[in-house]
C-alpha cells in the first residue's frame, strides 16, 4: 500500500486524485482524445474508488483498490493453472498435462515457485 502510494501520489498530498490515478496508467501524449477505456476508468474512480466522494482516494479507499476483499488470490492462480494446463478440458490435471506445462507451475505463487513439485511425491 505504502508503495503504491508513494508512486502514484505526485503531490505528496497522502491521497490519490483523478488525474493522478490516470496518470498511473495512461499519458496523453499530446493526444485530445483519450481512449474509451480512459473513460471507463475515469467512471470507475469517481463511482467506486473515491466511496467517500471527495476527489481523492485516502489509504483505506486504496488498498479496497489493490488489495480488495473480496478477491482469493489462491483460488484465481489455482484457476489460472488449471485453465492453462488442462489440454483436454476435463476439468482435471493428469500428470502429464502438469509435465507439459512444468514451467508454469514452476513460476506459480500457488506451487511456491515450484517448491511444492519438489515436495510432492506420489
Known amino acids: 500500500l505504502q508503495e503504491t502510494m508513494e508512486d502514484i501520489d ?3 498530498d497522502g ?4 488525474e493522478e490515478y490516470i496518470g498511473d496508467m495512461y499519458s496523453h501524449d499530446g493526444d485530445a482524445d483519450e481512449p474509451e477505456w480512459v473513460k471507463t476508468e475515469r467512471e470507475q ?4 474508488r473515491d466511496k467517500n466522494h471527495d476527489g481523492k482516494m ?3 479507499e486504496t488498498k479496497d483498490w489493490i488489495l480488495p476483499s473480496d478477491y482469493d488470490h489462491a483460488e484465481a492462480e489455482a484457476r489460472h493453472l488449471v485453465y492453462e494446463s488442462d489440454q483436454d478440458k476435463d476439468g482435471k490435471l493428469t500428470k502429464e498435462e ?3 506445462k512444468y514451467d508454469l507451475f514452476v513460476g506459480s505463487q500457488a506451487t511456491d515457485f515450484g517448491e511444492a513439485l519438489v515436495r510432492h511425491d506420489e
Open 15 to 18: 491521497f490519490i486524485d483523478l
Open 98 to 100: 502438469i509435465v507439459e
Open 10 to 12: 505526485k503531490n505528496s
Open 45 to 48: 474512480f469517481v463511482e467506486f
Open 58 to 60: 485516502d489509504k483505506e
